[in-house]
């Protein structure tokens, strides 16, 4: 019996060995033909898929682009005029021509009031938002911005070639994208560093943060002027300019600056500030940054490089 039971189990063993061996086979099977199936798909490059959705990114930009055209050519096709908001009253700037009014917009432009001119006159109608789309507005703009001497004839034809072949011959386009010194406000850094304070008791040891603000205002004629104190910006910001330079009597330097679009050597967008400190004024420090973007806006960055 014991032979029996031997010779039985020895079978046993033996079918469930080669039931394990087939299911092995079986399996490695499957596994060839999912591989086999899955070699086309990794033949697939990439790049078409990414290539489809920029394609429909740039498209989805250009029709974008071409919606602000038409709607901005349908303005122009309108005898567009002045309705008061009170049938009863007059509206005086009825009576000025369009030439009268881009020549007034000229002049807002040279006192560098181009964000009234952007955000404030263009929003009030439609006849007003297509005078400030004007060519010759932003041709001025470009070459009080981007030419050191704009009454001279080699350097604005340089720059008008530049504007067609790099922007389409749209000045406004040039203005926007092509890298440049913000005017119309502060730059500010935040400085912030710790202080070991004094102590009566020896087991406590106070650290104090203390914070202080570097202001950087840029003019259109060159000068510059720069301000280091602990007053925060709230109090600075509205008088910080040439007028009221006279508030500030400590930490304030003035000076000009020049900015360098791609560097020769580092192909860096570098501004350089030479500055004289009202209380040294033997002395000039010098200043050099890079100009960067951020999220928020395009050229409102400076990087640190050095004295």
């Given amino acids: 019996m014991e032979s029996e039971d031997i010779e039985r189990f020895r079978q046993q063993w033996r079918q469930e060995i080669l039931q394990g061996q087939e299911s092995r086979n079986d399996n490695v099977s499957n596994v060839q033909v999912v591989e086999d199936s899955l070699k086309p798909l990794e033949k697939e490059p990439l790049t078409i898929m990414i290539s489809e959705e920029s394609i429909s990114i740039s498209s989805k930009k250009d029709e974008n682009n071409e919606a602000i055209t038409l709607l901005i050519d349908s303005f122009r096709s309108m005898t567009l005029c002045f309705l008061p908001l009170n049938p009863r009253k007059k509206i005086h700037i009825s009576k000025l021509p369009n030439e009268l009014i881009i020549y007034i917009l000229e002049q807002l432009i040279?006192?560098?009031?181009?964000?009234?001119?952007?955000?404030?006159?263009?929003?009030?109608?439609?006849?007003?938002?297509?005078?400030?789309?004007?060519?010759?507005?932003?041709?001025?703009?470009?070459e009080k911005t981007y030419c050191d001497?704009?009454?001279?004839?080699?350097?604005?034809?340089?720059?008008?070639?530049?504007?067609?072949?790099?922007y389409g011959g749209d000045w406004r386009r040039m203005y926007i994208e092509r890298p440049r010194i913000r005017l119309d406000g502060v730059y500010i850094s935040t400085c912030k560093y710790l202080r070991l304070g004094l102590a009566e008791n020896a087991w406590v040891q106070p650290t104090h943060l203390v914070t202080y603000y570097r202001y950087l205002r840029f003019f259109s004629d060159g000068s510059c002027i720069t301000l280091l104190t602990t007053k925060e910006p709230l109090q600075i910001v509205k008088n910080f300019n040439k007028l009221h330079v006279s508030k500030f009597s400590k930490n304030l330097m003035i000076g000009c600056w020049k900015f360098l679009e791609n560097d020769d050597v580092s192909?860096?967008?570098?501004?350089?500030?030479?500055?004289?400190?009202?209380?040294?004024?033997?002395?000039?420090?010098?200043?050099?940054?890079?100009?960067?973007?951020i999220s928020r806006g395009k050229f409102n960055k400076f990087c640190w490089i050095g004295m």
Avoid: H, Y
């Fill in 267 to 293: 192909k860096k967008n570098k501004l350089v500030i030479w500055a004289n400190d009202i209380d040294l004024p033997k002395f000039t420090f010098q200043m050099k940054f890079e100009l960067k973007s």
């Fill in 110 to 142: 040279f006192i560098g009031g181009m964000n009234s001119m952007e955000i404030g006159f263009a929003l009030v109608c439609k006849k007003f938002f297509l005078l400030s789309r004007e060519t010759s507005l932003w041709r001025l703009l470009c």
């Fill in 149 to 166: 001497n704009a009454n001279d004839r080699k350097v604005t034809n340089k720059l008008m070639q530049e504007c067609l072949t790099a």
